[in-house]
Nanobody, 125 residues
Framework: QVQLVESGGGLVQAGGSLRLSCAASGRTFSQYAMGWFRQAPGKEREFVAAISRNGRSISYADSVKGRFTISRDNAKNTVYLQMNSLKPEDTAVYSC??????????????????WGQGTQVTVSS
């Protein structure tokens, strides 16, 4: 079982930056690939970024490439999402997640089993 808690969301003006953190429980955190997803009102949850357990494989949605950076610190059981040059269309609830199988690296939302509560990111124009 994996428990995840996000933090770092808030209200920011367009062009600003936020850094989201996801703290994970369990001594097996380093064995899980991790992902970030977001969901805007009236829209389906969409993939944002994913990182393999050792950080060597990384994937981003086209909409955030060049602006967002996913990273992890296994010693701290934490995964991060650095968000720069934020746009109003980035407004959403952002959630971190772990897949059903600990070593799976995937961008597919249905492959993920463990989810945090989410943190709200609002970008004003």
């Amino acid at each position: 079982q994996v428990q995840l808690v996000e933090s770092g969301g808030g209200l920011v003006q367009a062009g600003g930056s936020l850094r989201l953190s996801c703290a994970a429980s369990g001594r097996t955190f380093s064995q899980y690939a991790m992902g970030w997803f977001r969901q805007a009102p009236g829209k389906e949850r969409e993939f944002v970024a994913a990182i393999s357990r050792n950080g060597r494989s990384i994937s981003y949605a086209d909409s955030v490439k060049g602006r967002f950076t996913i990273s992890r610190d296994n010693a701290k059981n934490t995964v991060y999402l650095q968000m720069n040059s934020l746009k109003p269309e980035d407004t959403a609830v952002y959630s971190c997640a772990a897949p059903r199988t600990i070593v799976v690296f995937t961008t597919t939302v249905n492959d993920y089993k463990y989810w945090g509560q989410g943190t709200q990111v609002t970008v004003s124009s």
